[in-house]
């Protein structure tokens, strides 16, 4: 059970689109379709973005994408706008009724 | 409107027990499953344990197998989480948080504002 791997740290100008990596193994992100991606600020719960790799909740903006490419999963940010500053994590189902967070990347809006 | 509301977190020391409770609304508990996830201070999200609807699949995190117990009393739209063998890396702020699925789990979409824990003598 060994963290998914992400930037610490990716930063945009408002507009502009931004990807987020998460890199897992061939026991989570590669064997499973449910990596799903919160976004936490400061002193805040996380909130559910995206879940089953590319499906976003009701509410969540069609700006917030993801995807996934083997064992390496993506967001995107697109139409970067300030209140996209936080801190994001992907997540991903391991088998047995576990599930394993990434590290976590600081998104900045220059 | 739908709620998790945690309880039972506090400052223990190294070795002592702790439970923790989380009080669902707003949504028929019985049909999801739930989990607990923890954020130490100024660190990332760690998942910790997950049950199904129906406490027929739980799973733990390695680090807390063996010590942590997580149960369900569906009666009471209630969520636990018993911690033996407390240790100071067990200081976080405990999330609950309920899945979009009743099985295994697919992704964590309502959460508490959570319980903080201190383990420390």
């Known amino acids: 059970q060994s963290a998914l791997t992400q930037p610490a740290s990716v930063s945009g100008s408002p507009g502009q689109s931004i990807t987020i990596s998460c890199t897992g193994t061939s026991s989570d992100v590669g064997s499973y379709n449910l990596v799903s991606w919160y976004q936490q600020h400061p002193g805040k719960a996380p909130k559910l973005m995206i879940y089953?790799?590319?499906k976003r909740p009701s509410g969540v903006s069609n700006r917030f994408s993801g995807s996934k490419s083997g064992n390496t999963a993506s967001l995107t940010i697109s139409g970067l706008q300030a209140e996209d500053e936080a801190d994001y994590y992907c997540?991903?189902?391991?088998?047995?009724?576990?599930?394993?967070f990434g590290t976590g990347t600081k998104v900045t809006v220059l | 409107e739908v709620q998790l509301v945690e309880s039972g977190g506090g400052l223990v020391q190294p070795g002592r027990s702790l439970r923790l409770s989380c009080a669902a609304s707003g949504f028929t508990f019985d049909d999801y499953a739930m989990h607990w996830v923890r954020q130490a201070p100024g660190k990332g999200l760690e998942w910790v344990s997950g049950i199904s609807w129906n406490s027929g699949s739980i799973g733990y995190a390695d680090s807390v197998k063996g010590r942590f117990t997580i149960s369900r009393d569906n009666a009471k739209n209630s969520l636990y989480l018993q911690m033996n063998s407390l240790r100071a890396e067990d200081t976080a702020l405990y999330y609950c948080?309920?899945?979009?699925?009743?099985?295994?789990?697919?992704?964590?979409?309502?959460w508490g504002q959570g319980t903080m824990v201190t383990v420390s003598s």
């Open positions: 997540c991903s189902y391991a088998g047995s009724s576990t599930f394993v």
């Open positions: 948080a309920k899945d979009k699925g009743a099985a295994e789990g697919i992704a964590f979409d309502i």
């Open positions: 089953e790799v590319s």
